[in-house]
């Protein structure tokens, strides 16, 4: 059973930074690109990083400079440094897994965590 569990949501103030992690079992990490998305109230989800099994790193333009995304093959773990963090990225951060095999697409995604912006 596939299983992606994030942590280091919380509240912070403008200007300042948040470490998420995302443990990631059942699967063959290594094979899955890794991605963060986030949600806000009344928002669709949207793409905030991606990481290919390759390191190949792919940013929204909200937050390109400011996040970085990166992969711990060995622990199976994904993570997301975020700095300069701005109001308008309070949100639901979620952990997704992805792969194309044989032309089907699989996505696996964790609970979410809530990161708040506010002074």
């Known amino acids: 059973q596939v299983q992606l569990v994030e942590s280091g949501g919380g509240l912070v103030q403008p200007g300042g930074s948040l470490r998420l992690s995302c443990a990631a079992s059942g699967l063959f990490f290594s094979f899955y690109t890794m991605g963060w998305y986030r949600q806000a109230p009344g928002k669709q989800r949207e793409l905030v990083a991606a990481?290919?099994?390759?390191?190949?790193?792919n940013y929204s333009d909200y937050v390109k400079g400011r996040f970085t995304i990166s992969r711990d093959n060995v622990k199976n773990t994904v993570y997301l440094q975020m700095n300069s963090l701005k109001p308008e990225d309070t949100a639901v951060y979620y952990c997704?897994?992805?792969?194309?095999?044989?032309?089907?697409?699989?996505?696996?995604w964790g609970q979410g965590t809530q990161v708040t912006v506010s002074s």
């Open positions: 990481i290919t099994y390759g390191d190949t790193t």
């Open positions: 997704n897994a992805n792969k194309v095999e044989a032309g089907k697409r699989y996505d696996y």
